[in-house]
């Protein structure tokens, strides 16, 4: 089974990466430090990183989890000009290079006439929000979750199924340094589980997701917060 995972080179892609193949999948990672180098930044990077992952894969992808994104502050008060480029930036990177794989896979698959699993990394700022900074990141994680749910209802019956996970704050770098810079002891009292989460954690689920995860579940979003956010 080939599977393209996007963002494998740290934090929760590269736990992810790691967990798949250990149970025996062919991982195609994309990062600068692993797999197929793409910037998402560029608009012609998304269809450049699927032709070159196909190839790769022999001409078969059964898995597409999109689990790269970026997380940057864009304060109100900056410059109008400077605010909506960032804005654009983050949607073109953490939502729209999503899509065009998404729908490189759909085809994919209905061409070949076989099913196939996309697993998308959002957030759980697609439905509780984020900072006064992060309007651009809680919309396009809002956006991949839409997304999620439409391809699940729009393509079930030809086997092609779609599940989105919800992180929370995941500790993806030092400890201290993560707490720190998001408000350390304030963090963890909202979190009822007392802890953030391991990507480990969240690699377990997309693991499930890819693999094992039942037809009947397709549209489903999963949440991975410790219970900070219950829907």
Known sequence: MSMLLTGSSRGIGAAIFET??????????HGTRSGIPADFADP??????????LDQAGGTIDVLINNAGVFEANPLDREHDDWVADWEQTMRINLTASAELCRLAVRHWQERGTGGRIVNIASRAAYRGDSPAHWHYAAAKAGMVAMTKTIARGYAKEGILAFAICPGFTMTGMADDYLASRGGDKLLADIPLGKVADPQEVAAVARFCALDAPASMTGAVLDVNGASYVR
């Open 20 to 29: 798949l193949t250990g149970a025996g999948a062919a991982v195609i990672g």
């Open 44 to 53: 012609a990077a998304p269809l450049a990183l699927w032709k070159a992952a």
